[in-house]
Nanobody
Framework: QVQLVESGGGLVQPGGSLRLSCAAS????????MSWYRQALGKERELVAG????????NYADSVKGRFTISRDIAKSTVYLQMNSLKPEDTAVYYC???????????WGQGTQVTVSS
């Protein structure tokens, strides 16, 4: 069955770094665009970063540009989110999403908590 399993979240001090991973299985990873979303307590889920199926193009929310980097390893069926210079406002549950828009197919992971606090 389809699985997206996020890992790498945790507690980090402001200015620190984390790398999130999302391991995919049960579908053809290379055919799906991948993205990271986040949802802070009491707020709506928002797009953080996205990457096309072949990894040729990426896009970022303005709030994370220059600090976060999304990448994917087709051989490992894994997408990553490198997060640097973390701020308290980055605190949220981070979700991985696989999308094949042509067929209106979306898969979501279960989320991983990121807390930025001193």
């Amino acid at each position: 069955q389809v699985q997206l399993v996020e890992s790498g979240g945790g507690l980090v001090q402001p200015g620190g770094s984390l790398r999130l991973s999302c391991a995919a299985s049960g579908f053809t990873f290379s055919s799906y665009a991948m993205s990271w979303y986040r949802q802070a307590l009491g707020k709506e889920r928002e797009l953080v970063a996205g990457i096309t199926s072949a990894g040729a193009r990426t896009n970022y929310a303005d709030s994370v540009k220059g600090r976060f980097t999304i990448s994917r390893d087709i051989a490992k069926s894994t997408v990553y989110l490198q997060m640097n210079s973390l701020k308290p406002e980055d605190t949220a549950v981070y979700y991985c999403k696989a999308e094949r828009s042509r067929y209106a197919i979306n898969y979501w992971g279960q989320g991983t908590q990121v807390t930025v606090s001193s």
